[in-house]
């Protein structure tokens, strides 16, 4: 008898979210992103993106914006330029994946924004549609939708 393998990509996309308890008993709540201008980065989160502006906070000189994304926030952080560590690499492999519904639609949106796409809209082989952009900072954002059942490759 043969054991059966993990879920396929397509599999786990089509099951109900789940909290996943670890072992401190934790969740993600917040995704946290350095950037180098507020400001700049809200237009682009909140203003191509649409994602919700929860709340936004000063103090000691430090900028800060709470993005809405379901059970999770992005929270967005700007340091003062005396606090930034200057051997941050925030490309650094790190990719942002967000849902997103009528990807078409928002990828013209992106485009027209001048946001730089790092990869054309595709239909990815698990059965998503995809478009890959970089924000302000240079963090890869990846927009999904699923569309349909994985293609065999």
Request: aromatic share 4%; glycine share 10%.
């Amino acid at each position: 008898m043969v054991a059966p393998g993990p879920p396929s990509r397509q599999e786990t996309l089509k099951q109900p979210a789940k909290q996943v308890q670890g072992i401190m008993g934790s969740s993600l709540c917040h995704l946290i992103l350095d950037v180098r201008d507020l400001s700049r980065s809200l237009g682009f989160y909140h203003g191509v993106l649409g994602l919700a502006i929860d709340r936004e906070e000063d103090f000691d000189g430090h900028r800060l914006a709470y993005l809405a994304t379901g059970p999770c926030q992005v929270l967005l952080v700007q340091q003062p330029s005396e606090d930034q560590n200057p051997l941050l690499e925030r490309r650094g492999g790190l990719v942002i994946n967000f849902r997103v519904e009528n990807l078409p639609s928002v990828a013209e949106r992106v485009r027209s924004s001048g946001v730089t796409v790092l990869r054309q809209l595709e239909m990815a082989l698990w059965g998503e549609r995809t478009l890959l952009v970089a924000d302000p900072d240079g963090y890869a954002v990846l927009l999904s939708e699923p569309v349909g059942a994985a293609r065999q490759g």
